[in-house]
């Protein structure tokens, strides 16, 4: 009825516009019609290494020397880097008034393999900000387990494993919020303008209401409209204080207008916890991935920690700084005569930003002797062992695909003041993608939820 009153007062082409606030399609995520094979040595290999991860990411959050030497080429040339960076400048000049850390990140791998067959874990990215999917695929299994019974796989069915990051990450949050201190204090999800995910984000918002945790979901707009700070930066949203933000957005240039910056600026400057702050949210660069992995560095930020840094070196693929001198001009005419060895990364997450192949010899000829190649780093191609399954996406046809996986681990950490009251690996998640697409994960529309069958 509203419908049709609205569309004799509108014209069709403008109906969608103005039922948009009010129109919501729900989709299932997609996944695949069957769990795929992972090598179960690099599956715990992966987990083992996941409080080294987080140590080191709360390492590289905590040194300012090294954010300001490892970015200080990139914040020249890429102003979303650049316009983050100063608000971290603004908020340590000013003093930090956020006593506890919380960081929930996601360290995301492929199996390489060999030329003896063998696969070995490599490293993709850490995601230090609005890692996703813990929610969804705390579910996933179950839905695997069932499509095996169906098909008489009981025994394979009962080998998946159980598998709940909404809770570890949810415990994370619930450990944050009592160290602030204030059972009044609500914790703040703060969200997208059109949620994509929203499903995946109550997982976690249901854990904590059970935990008698309340819960606000916010966008930038509203911080900008309502939120407040008290004298001693105490962050107030319409007169609730928050406890917590927790950052579902805010990882991509475009959703920043001048409103969306201020209000960032101001939910760095107060006490609330901020998962994660935006020292951490830095500690994610690609570009500091690459600093990582040059000789030398991770002792200087692990010092006294050999076997970490052992663990986590094994997992590091070839990564190539593409600063202007000598190194970089190197690497860029390898990369150009050999554009599949590698894949050219920008300063960017949200997935599906990445350059392969032809494009990435296209790009980086244009921009090898500009300033501009800086806000690149490349890494090596990764090659895993494509497998057959079916993607289950909702309108798409139903055909058998070659396939190749990605296993994420989520990590979880809390620390007050000095002391580390929190560090756990928080469970995982596998997606799965056809091989054609080169680049981008669930939220770009390109890989499915997966569970792994450890082989
Ligand atoms: N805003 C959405 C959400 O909160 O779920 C999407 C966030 C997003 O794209 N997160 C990236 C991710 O984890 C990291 S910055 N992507 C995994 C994927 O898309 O498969």
């Not at 409103?259 to 935006?278: F, G, M, T, Y």
């Not at 006294?304 to 986590?312: D, K």
Request: net charge negative.
């Amino acid at each position: 009825m509203a419908v049709k009153v609205f569309a004799r007062n509108y014209g069709t082409a403008d109906l969608t516009a103005v039922l948009h606030p009010y129109l919501q399609v729900v989709n299932y995520a997609p996944f695949t019609l069957l769990p795929s094979a992972v090598p179960r040595a690099l599956f715990e290999q992966a987990y083992a290494v996941q409080q080294d991860f987080n140590l080191l990411v709360d390492a590289v959050s905590q040194n300012k020397e090294f954010l300001e030497q490892t970015l200080a080429s990139t914040i020249k040339v890429d102003d979303f880097t650049a316009r983050l960076f100063r608000i971290y400048k603004q908020v340590l000049e000013e003093g930090l008034a956020q006593t506890v850390v919380l960081g929930i990140n996601r360290s995301d791998y492929m199996f390489d393999c060999g030329l003896e067959g063998t696969a070995a874990l490599r490293q993709i990215e850490i995601n230090t900000i609005a890692a996703s999917f813990g929610g969804l695929t705390s579910r996933t299994a179950d839905v695997h387990r069932l499509v095996l019974n169906v098909l008489g796989k009981s025994e394979e069915a009962s080998q998946l494993l159980p598998n709940n990051p909404a809770k570890g990450l949810a415990l994370g949050i619930a450990k944050a919020w009592e160290l602030y201190g204030s059972q009044r204090a609500v914790v703040m999800f703060l969200v997208e303008e059109v949620q994509r995910n929203i499903f995946d984000q109550r997982c976690i918002e249901i854990e904590l209401w059970n935990r008698n945790i309340r819960v606000v979901r916010k966008r930038f707009r509203d911080v900008f409209e309502q939120g407040s700070l008290d004298a001693s930066r105490r962050l107030y949203m319409d007169g609730q204080e928050v406890a917590v933000v927790y950052y579902r957005e805010g990882y991509v240039p475009q959703v920043y207008d001048e409103q969306n910056w201020e209000a960032r600026l101001l939910l760095e400057r107060s006490r609330a916890v901020k998962c994660p702050d935006i020292a951490t949210q830095l500690a994610g660069t690609k570009k500091v991935q690459q600093e990582l992995s040059r000789q030398g560095t991770l002792e200087k930020l692990l010092p006294g920690h050999p076997e970490t840094i052992a663990r986590i070196r094994a997992t590091f693929a070839g990564l190539y700084s593409l600063d202007e001198g000598e190194e970089g001009d190197r690497i860029a005419a390898t990369a150009i005569a050999d554009p599949d060895r590698f894949v050219l990364k920008p300063q960017r997450e949200g997935g599906g930003n990445n350059l392969y192949g032809e494009e990435l010899r296209e790009v980086l000829e244009r921009i090898k002797d500009s300033p501009e190649r800086t806000s690149y780093i490349l890494m090596d191609k990764i090659k895993p062992q494509p497998a057959l399954n079916y993607l289950l996406r909702a309108h798409s046809p139903l055909q058998v695909s070659e396939c190749i996986s990605e296993l994420g681990i989520f990590g979880v950490y809390v620390r007050q003041g000095r002391e580390l009251v929190l560090n756990q690996a928080a469970g995982h998640l596998l997606r799965t993608k056809a091989i054609e697409p080169a680049d981008g994960g669930g939220a770009a529309g390109v890989a499915v939820l997966d569970t792994p069958y450890l082989v």
